[in-house]
């Protein structure tokens, strides 16, 4: 079983920074994908972010140039730094493990939120 542990989030204004961190423990295998997805009211679940174990990052293109994901290995570890945050970055924030194929095994945080006012 694996376990995910956010940190970070709150409430900031238009144009300010907040850092998520997420740390994994439990059952974890060495090859896997991390990253954060945000749900606002009324919206799906969308990817933020993701970083594989190796390094390659995707982000979605609302975020590019303002948000920064970075992870440690060795710790389990994976941040989402995020800075120029607009209202419309307001949501909850999930931290998201998965790796594995057929089956893919697939492991949430409880979510931190974030609020942007304007």
């Known amino acids: 079983q694996v376990q995910l542990v956010e940190s970070g989030g709150g409430l900031v204004q238009a144009g300010g920074s907040l850092r998520l961190s997420c740390a994994a423990s439990?059952?974890?295998?060495?090859?896997?994908?991390m990253g954060w997805y945000r749900q606002a009211p009324g919206k799906q679940r969308e990817l933020v972010a993701g970083v594989t174990s190796g390094g390659t990052t995707n982000y979605a293109d609302s975020v590019k140039g303002r948000f920064t994901i970075s992870r440690d290995n060795a710790k389990n570890t994976v941040t989402l730094q995020m800075n120029s945050l607009k209202p419309e970055d307001t949501a909850v924030y999930y931290c998201?493990?998965?790796?594995?194929?057929?089956?893919?095994?697939?492991?949430w945080g409880q979510g931190t939120q974030v609020t942007v006012s304007s």
């Open positions: 439990g059952s974890i295998f060495s090859i896997n994908t």
């Open positions: 998201n493990l998965k790796y594995g194929y057929r089956p893919v095994y697939d492991y």
